[in-house]
């Protein structure tokens, strides 16, 4: 029974590592630009299909095309803040929330048409290797993929509390207006949190790649998660969102280990109905305008 | 809206007419099931524009009372034999019970939190439905049993019938907007979607006003949703609570004037004929083509025409009326 449990808490653990990256990328673009992004699903998808066509066409292992995935989606991010968001922030709640909306239909969908519904997975030499430790068993693609996932979410700490760039990204969530009186070019702060947040999103889909297969609509599981992640840790705050994207992996492994295998999402959405319900005034405090 | 003269009328009258004979002057099934599509297209984006257009309150989880609806008149249907007519008015019934409770949970948001609370209402309703078999079919879902033509059991040989269903549920939902937008009630749905505090502080009382025109938007999807399962005979999880339905629901409004009368027709026309001749030139081989396009459309809207094409008609009308004093 424990070891049931500690096997369960285990593989929470280590996929929370990519939901984390998804929903730092969230909160991220929330905290500075407060626009949230639903298509930040789909750029791991795209990540996830980079990573697939370099292993397939170039023999490149998934994790050393991190190196192309990131790039390339942060070149995407500030590609959409300059010709996209930048065009609706200030406006209401209909353009804001529709335009990433609408980015997320049209990427699925062009997905789906140029790439088909087909799943399509790689394989590397450690992709069914594991360590057992006692009667424990840990999959090495996964244990790769949570480390560096921790190493590129504490990397981001480290940019946001050192450089000035991060300084004035900080600067720019917590109140934009004085942040722009103190010189702050907000257009380019924004367009590096933009492509920040879409290189995580790159990354998380580079690090799945050994170990889940590419599909156009994977980006909507890490994004449902990511979403009651960012919630959860309270909307803008990067800590928050990784502690709560681990404590998520865990909910839904657990929910799948004993309440059935198909039960891991309703888990989750009933996390997020809960938290709603249940800090309604932190939450609806934190969306008032 | 500004109320109809002269002109109005007539137009009006002409399109009534026409809509009225359509399905006797094309003979083909095919072009029957456009207008069919268009026309409940048209009603569940009415549905949805009395929340989502004029309170602004932006749901993307309409298909959850689409589907209650779907579900309850079948249930009643095939466990008791009750007839679909007395089934949609009980699913009406249950979708307002439920847009109690998740109106509750999800007005306590604002803005894309209260959209995320609805997507999540709505995909836990199918859930709940795929887990649960014994109680309605699960994954699997179930045939409605064909009786023939039995007009008292909403089934019928030909589509047409179908058609003025369809038509009558349109203009009762036109009906219930054009009368809302000329109450007190449209007023203050205006007002919370101008600004929601300050329609609070002026004392329109919020809460009271989301949770009624919630329970209107929700009763009259659920018509939708019977409609629809009676139209294809097929209920599953997937179909009743499908997303795309929120979608559409949310997307012809906009793309055809959120928080005017004719708005979600407009948009509808417009998307499903944009998707009908797709189909026509492309087949129906290749996925996707269809929500590209629509997120294009959409897309284009946001960033160009806000308002959608009604508000772009009011413009250039009302540029008309300024610009010749005569006219107006």
């Known amino acids: ?289 | 809206m500004p109320r109809l003269h002269g002109w109005g009328w007539l137009v009006l009258g002409g399109v009534t007419v026409v809509m009225l004979i359509l399905p006797y002057l094309v003979k083909s099934s095919f072009a029957v099931d456009i207008f069919i599509r268009v026309l409940l297209f048209s009603f569940i984006g009415t549905a949805w524009n009395l929340l989502g257009g004029y309170a602004k309150q932006l749901s993307l989880g309409h298909a959850a009372f689409f589907g209650l609806g779907a579900y309850t008149s079948t249930l009643l249907q095939i466990d008791f034999g009750i007839s679909p007519w007395i089934g949609m008015v009980a699913g009406g019934l249950v979708a307002m019970l439920a847009s109690l409770p998740i109106g509750w949970l999800c007005f306590r948001l604002r803005g894309p939190y209260f959209t995320i609370a609805t997507i999540a209402t709505a995909q836990v309703l199918m859930l709940i439905f795929l887990k649960f078999r014994d109680f309605a079919w699960g994954a699997e879902g179930t045939t409605i049993p064909n009786l023939g033509h039995a007009p008292l059991m909403m089934q019928f040989e030909t589509k047409i019938p179908y058609y003025y269903i369809v038509l009558g549920l349109l203009c009762v939902a036109l009906m219930i907007t054009a009368g809302i937008e000329r109450s007190r009630l449209g007023y203050y749905l205006v007002a919370i979607g101008e600004d929601e505090d300050a329609a609070e502080a002026i004392g329109v009382d919020v809460p009271r006003i989301k949770r009624n025109i919630y329970m209107v938007s929700s009763f009259l999807t659920a018509l939708a949703g019977t409609f629809y399962t009676q139209y294809i005979y097929f209920i599953d999880p997937q179909t009743a609570f499908n997303f795309n339905v929120s979608i559409e629901a949310a997307l012809v409004s906009i793309v055809g004037g959120i928080g005017t009368l004719w708005g979600p027709v407009i948009g509808t026309v417009l998307l499903e004929t944009t998707s009908a001749l797709l189909q026509s030139w492309l087949g129906n081989s290749i996925g996707g083509v269809q929500l590209t396009i629509y997120a294009l459309i959409l897309m284009a809207v946001i960033l160009w025409r806000p308002t959608g094409i009604m508000g772009y008609l009011i413009e250039v009308y009302g540029r008309r009326l300024r610009s010749n004093p005569a006219e107006a």
């Open chain 1, 1 to 289: 029974m424990f070891e049931t449990i500690a096997q369960a808490v285990i593989n929470g653990l280590l996929i929370g590592g990519i939901y984390a990256l998804v929903s730092i990328g969230v909160t991220l673009i929330f905290g500075v630009v407060k626009i949230v992004n639903f298509a930040q699903g789909e750029f791991v998808m795209i990540g996830m299909y980079i990573s697939f066509f370099l292993a397939t066409q170039f023999g490149i292992d998934p994790i050393l095309s991190l190196f192309v995935s990131m790039p390339v989606l942060f070149f995407v991010g500030v590609v959409i803040q300059h010709f996209l968001i930048r065009r609706v922030l200030g406006l209401n709640d209909l353009p804001q929330i529709f335009l990433t909306f609408a980015l997320s239909l049209l990427i699925l969908n062009l997905a789906l048409m140029l790439l088909t519904a087909n799943y399509r997975t790689v394989h590397t030499w450690y992709s069914d290797e594991a360590f057992h430790i006692g009667g424990l068993y840990i999959p090495v693609a996964k244990f790769i993929a949570f480390v560096l996932a921790m190493v590129l979410s504490g990397t981001l700490w480290v940019f946001l509390h050192t450089t000035d760039l991060g300084k004035a990204m900080r600067a720019a969530s917590q109140n934009r207006d004085v942040a722009q009186l103190m010189g702050i070019n907000p257009d380019r702060v924004f367009a590096v949190a933009l492509g920040v947040a879409l290189a995580l999103a790159g990354a998380a889909g580079s690090l799945l790649m050994p170990f889940y297969p590419a599909y156009p609509l994977v980006g909507q599981v890490f994004v449902l998660m990511a979403f009651v992640a960012v919630v959860l840790g309270t909307l803008g705050n990067v800590i928050g969102a990784l502690v709560a994207s681990l404590l998520m992996g865990i909910a839904e492994s657990l929910g799948i280990q004993f309440i059935g295998a198909d039960s891991g999402l309703i888990v989750v959405f009933l996390l997020l109905l809960t938290t709603l319900a249940v800090r309604p005034s932190g939450l609806a405090g934190g969306w008032r305008r």
